[in-house]
């Protein structure tokens, strides 16, 4: 009797483990819309709207859920990666070497420690900022306190050949170095702790995006956008209706992609993994 008892106990047991077990994800293309005259570079979200920088036109863009546009912010000098926290845009400005705010109080230019040159991305985590300097081949970071500076031109860990953008996360600060073909990931003191993609013949790794487990880089030339996890392990390679893509981000548990070049921007959906016989 005990003998049955426990061997029910078991499968039982076993029964719950596989129960609980894991469906493996991938991206799926869900949706693609076409911009209304836009080349987008950047894009991020404020209180769940879409901004998109459009580095061509000289212009930021909100835009709708059918990708049209429904709002301009004009007058700014080839924005490139932007981002917003609350109801605040900040705007990278590579033909003007300044980073600007836009807001509902107005128009604002952000005081940093030094001189930009071409700044390519910006990233803001709470009080702390940081800024792709890419003609001086170096990240700014402010800690809400003061500002460093980190990075040099090379190829060796720690050095950068054109930064074009950067991610604030709540430990680590990523990089986008777009003409090493590869990511690099520094602690807040500008420590050098690991890089990823340099082995995935990456041509301009120009965007990246980082998410509670995945890590995004927009491969431009070669048209595609790839997945690593947090380890920088590969796990998966975007293509459909992916071409020369600059951005990305979630919103809303969906992945989007902007397309420089075609003006589209993709949603993926995480579908179960199709398993093919």
């Known amino acids: 009797m005990r003998k049955s008892i426990c061997i029910l106990i078991v499968l039982v047991f076993a029964s719950a483990c596989e129960e609980k077990a894991p469906v493996p994800k991938e991206w799926v293309l869900s949706r693609t819309l076409q911009l209304d005259g836009v080349n987008p570079i950047g894009l991020t979200q404020v209180n769940g709207a879409i901004w998109l920088s459009d580095g061509d036109h000289n212009r930021l863009v909100k835009v709708d859920t059918e990708g049209k546009i429904t709002e301009t ?22 033909g003007k070497d300044v980073i600007e705010t836009v807001d509902k109080k107005g128009r604002f230019i952000m005081q940093v420690s030094d001189s930009l040159d071409a700044p390519a991305g910006v990233s803001v985590f709470e009080n702390e900022r940081a800024i792709a300097d890419f003609y ?142």
């Open 73 to 94: 912010v004009d007058s700014l000098d080839r924005p490139m990666h932007i981002d917003a926290i609350k109801e605040t845009i900040f705007i990278p400005q590579y």
């Open 136 to 277: 001086n081949n170096r990240i700014l970071y402010f800690d809400g306190a003061s500002w460093i500076s980190f990075g040099k031109e090379g190829k060796a860990e720690g050095e950068f050949y054109y930064p074009t953008d950067v991610q604030i996360t709540k430990d680590k600060i990523w990089v986008a170095d777009a003409y090493n073909n590869r990511v690099q990931v520094f602690d807040k003191k500008g420590g050098f702790l690991q890089m990823m993609g340099q082995n995935q013949k990456m041509n301009a790794a120009t965007g990246i995006f980082v998410s509670v487990d995945e890590v995004f880089v927009t491969d431009f030339e070669n048209n595609r956008v790839l997945v690593f996890d947090m380890m920088g392990e590969l796990q998966q390679v975007l293509k459909d209706q992916i071409e020369k893509p600059t951005d990305m981000m979630i919103k809303d548990d969906m992945l989007y992609v902007i397309n420089y070049r075609n003006g589209k921007l993709n949603i993926f959906d995480k579908q179960p993994v199709v398993v093919k016989n």
